[in-house]
């Protein structure tokens, strides 16, 4: 959960509705690219590009001037007589190129193909003066300068299945500097789906399983730059062979691609190849492909830079708040790699539970609650060395800064500590505990026990959200709701995992339904106010429709959902929802939820014939 600004709503004096209500930022969020999924589409292989070759006029490229597509002296054409001609001014000086292509859906691959010569006057060998960046949508495939100049053309390939199903806008734009001239030549550009249909729905099949990860940094004097190494062992589960795996860099939203926060280098076990997503995604073409139930192990040196702010991933002066940084593999299933963008509304995360041991290397000053057992051992002069083990989690995130620690065990025996930054009165901290102890009692008693060991909760009334969730470790402010909800993930979204970008609903409509009945309400009526903003708004949407209908998130995914979930309650009695909730929960542990199960279970836990429920209720999958 990441709630609506706090700021707005006065500390201490949080509704539930807003402190239910995932985060709105304070400035929307930058448009992403939208990354549908379809399993259940034919593969109907196709080149879109048109005119690629520049022989038929420019249509239906757009370009920034009449000069760019050309057939003048000076380049020449790698087939044909025509060509794409940017930049080569030798002054300050833009060129784009551009056209809006529909990539088919249901294919096994989908691959940007264009011939490329680079020539220059700059003499540098080391400063990437002029540059050459290829997008489709607002994402970056590949950027290429001057240092790349060629002797003739090169041909370029890109991968960019993940766009399979949508009408984007495939782009170039060159730059170059205030002297000396670059020019970029493009010819042959082609965008062309290809191989077998993607399998069934019935192929459920989710790669690379049984991740297991270790992760060894050092962090610097203020806990704000970790540099080390990070290796991954993973299993290919899919009769499919795997050629490759993709690690999210999601942080690197945080940052820019020439300015990343998250970096990833000296690759082991596969070669990196092009980022993409915004530089969120890192492809590794693995050394030998992997047969189903063949492991591989892929390792790289990793830093990251924690930049300033009260976020998820962000300092707030002597605080640092490290969440996502970690580069985690995406998922591989029926659908294909799940490639989506960050989404700074909500979340974009979907990864398969997995094994952590990480050893961060610190300041003694510094405290560093983790997810997983912790375990403290001396290090060098000063310095700690903090040990945290994790099992069948789906990320890991830590804190480090001079925080004021307090603990204590729920009832049913959770050790429980929270860490308050300079500010927090101890009275406040003490009402955490207490909470906490409280919640996850509550949670547990609902839907299974608390698996993880310990928990930990870090509390900052500067975050501009109510909260967030990772395994076994949660950000929050002051707020007995927000910190219910949050701890309510460990179980929706920690232990039943989904698919958080393409079915928001599955984690925070449950958990927000969790806190209500561990807060003692009834959800009775909330159903009867609801108000749909269009025919197309549904419980269910994804990310990519919420980033666009920001202001309607909170109240249909959380408040709607929530409703939804309590009038299904009503229909099937309070014994039977309770007991389809345990159960479904037990069935799902550690594994991921889809809409259809779940609606698959309900349906089975009754006579009635729930298809109106859903429909009414705009439940779809």
Known sequence: MRSTPHRALGAGALTVAALAALSLPTTPAAAQPTVQHSAAATCTPAQVVANGG?????SPWSQSSSTVITSRSGQSAHGGSSYAWLDGVGSNHTDTLSQSVTIPAGCAGATLTFWLHIDTDETTSSVAYDKLTAKIGTTTLATYSNLDDTTGYVQKSLDVSAFAGQSVNLSFTGTEDSSLQTSFVLDDIA???????????????????APSYTVNLSSDTSGTVWTGHESVSFTNASATALSEVYLR???NYHGTCDAMPIRVSNVTGGAAGALSVNCTALKIDLSNPLNQGQSATIGFDLGITVPSGADRFGHDGAYSFIGNALPVLAVRDSAGWHLDPYTNN????????????????HPSSLLVPATGTSTDTPGSSGRT???ATAAKVRDFAWAAGPFTKISGISTA??????YSVAGISSSSAQSMLSTAKSAVDAHASRFG????GELDAVIDNNYWFGGMEYPGFVLDLVSTTALTHEIGHQWWYGIV??????????DEAFTDYATDLALGKTGSNCWSGVSWASSTEKITNSMAYWDAHSSRYSTVVYDYGKCALHDLRRVLGDTAMAKLLKDYAAAHWYGVSTTAEFKSAAQAATSTDLASFWSQHRIDG
């Open 249 to 251: 860099l999601w942080d």
């Open 497 to 506: 995992g989904d698919d958080e970008y393409n079915s928001p609903w599955l």
């Open 449 to 452: 026990a608390y698996p993880y």
């Open 385 to 387: 060395v903090t040990t």
């Open 191 to 209: 965008l062309a789906t290809s191989g077998d249909t993607t399998p069934p729905t019935t192929d459920a099949t989710r790669t690379p399983a």
């Open 54 to 58: 520049f022989e038929s006029g420019t």
């Open 346 to 361: 909500g979340e974009s995360f979907y990864s398969l539970a997995a094994d952590f041991k990480v050893t961060l290397d």
């Open 413 to 418: 025996g959770v050790p429980i500590a929270v």
